[in-house]
């Protein structure tokens, strides 16, 4: 719903809080454009507040309401967006010289009261993760070589919106295929998702509904010719391990810090293992060797935004060490928190040239195996996870295990029934 024309308003004190609503008075012209002008008692049952004003009336209904002497004390949202280093712009009316105003208090309040998740918030987070995960499903199917990476997009839209009235994405999709993959936000206006698919090619594609101002993000990764080959086996199933090591070990008082650290080492102990690096895998970790191939952080608190506020609070500081400082929080986990687990392995030049000549990491490389994953892109798997008492949930509902999306990709149903995946 468009709500330019309406504004919630709280005053309150430790006894007793009121809620209302301020609403534009609209002309009769509205009503020939955009429809029916609702009356005050339609906004005061659709959000159920205490009592619906005019904006123009709020300078009186706010000293009404005060009933004390000298100005009447406003606290104003203003405040920096630690995700995106903007400033919430305070409210501003006719009249607001008769109050006095403070600019400190609120929005540390409210960024706090959007880091943990109320049921019906849950249930809206759920809904857009149902409805997105059945896209993501819908786009594995239908892929085929010869497309271009715009009508993966255009199936999801349509997916999200035909069957779950999602009218909006959380962000702008990325449909990333071959060595766009390796592109972290590809996607943009420079980059339009505008590639033709090409046998061989893995396909990233990371797309999320929003549903009534509540967004998803899902990130699915797989080969659009339906079979993996043995090298995008080996990177995806380090990340998947990666992905599956955080969920598992996801609970409150568990640092959000140590999950990326943990992510980290599972994709090194993998690479390792396939013969790409070489060495303790202690001692890539101490030379950040994890940024190389994950430059991005691991997740991020979701929501209304889909990169929702309230991952640095006063006190907490952004690390400073490569990878590390691209977390976007740094947070201890809480009951209640929605949070993203996105794993990825890339291979991206700008950052495995440097490393490879570097005197402190080229001893990590298995130089001739590196070259082997030129053009490769890379691979990330992401999830929507909700933090419960004692461990999480996972709200995605995708094939994640290779053999899982190659059943689906060659027309079996999702989720698996028992005779597809052998099990008795």
């Known amino acids: 719903m468009d709500l330019d024309h309406i504004n919630h308003w709280k005053y309150g004190s430790l006894k007793a809080t009121r809620q209302f609503v301020k609403v534009q008075r609209l002309s009769a012209e509205y009503a020939v454009w955009l429809g029916e002008i609702k ?16 904006t123009d009336e709020i300078t009186t209904v706010l000293h009404d309401e005060y009933q004390g002497s000298g100005k009447p004390l406003l606290f104003l949202l203003h405040g920096v967006n630690t995700d995106s280093d903007l400033f919430s712009k305070p409210a501003e009316f006719q009249g607001i010289d008769k109050f006095d105003t403070d600019l400190t208090t609120l929005h540390p309040v409210l960024t706090e009261c959007r880091v943990t998740k109320s049921d019906l918030e849950l249930s809206l987070i759920q809904f857009a993760n149902d409805i997105s995960s059945e896209a993501h499903v819908e786009v594995m199917r239908k892929v085929r070589v010869g497309m271009y990476e715009y009508q993966l997009e255009s199936m999801f839209l349509h997916h999200t919106y035909m069957y779950g009235g999602c009218r909006h994405c ?10 766009n993959s390796g592109v972290l936000h590809y996607g943009h206006a420079a980059a339009p998702n505008d590639r033709t698919l090409e046998d061989g090619d893995l396909a990233l594609l990371d797309m999320g509904a929003e549903y009534n101002s509540y967004g998803s993000d899902i990130t699915c990764s797989y080969p659009v010719n339906g079979k993996f080959s043995s090298d995008q086996a080996l990177i995806y199933n380090a990340v998947l391990e990666a992905h599956n090591a955080v969920i598992s070990t996801m609970k409150p008082g568990v640092s959000w810090v140590d999950m990326h650290k943990l992510a980290e080492k599972v994709i090194l102990e993998s690479l390792k293992r396939g013969s790409i690096l070489v060495g303790n895998v202690d001692d890539m970790m101490v030379e950040r060797l994890g940024a190389v191939f994950m430059p991005h952080g691991l997740g991020h608190l979701l929501g209304i935004d889909t990169h929702d506020p309230g991952g640095y609070p006063k006190g907490l500081e952004r690390p400073k060490e490569p990878g590390l400082r691209s977390l976007r929080t740094a947070r201890e986990l809480q009951e209640g ?6 794993p990825g392995c890339y291979f991206i030049d700008a950052l495995l040239v440097p490393a490879m000549g570097s005197s402190n990491t080229t001893k990590f490389f298995n130089h001739e195996a590196v070259s082997r994953f030129k053009g490769f892109g890379g691979v990330r798997i992401e999830s929507d996870v909700l933090v419960m008492d004692t461990g999480c949930k996972n709200m995605t509902k995708v094939p994640r295990e290779i053999s899982e999306i190659e059943a689906v990709m060659a027309g079996a149903p999702w989720p698996l029934d028992k005779a597809s995946t052998g099990k008795g």
């Open 170 to 179: 959380s962000y702008t999709c990325i449909c990333a295929t071959g060595e």
């Open 39 to 54: 009356p005050l008692s339609y906004f005061k049952e659709r959000y159920m507040v205490s009592s619906v004003y005019y």
């Open 337 to 342: 928190m929605v949070i993203t687990v996105e």
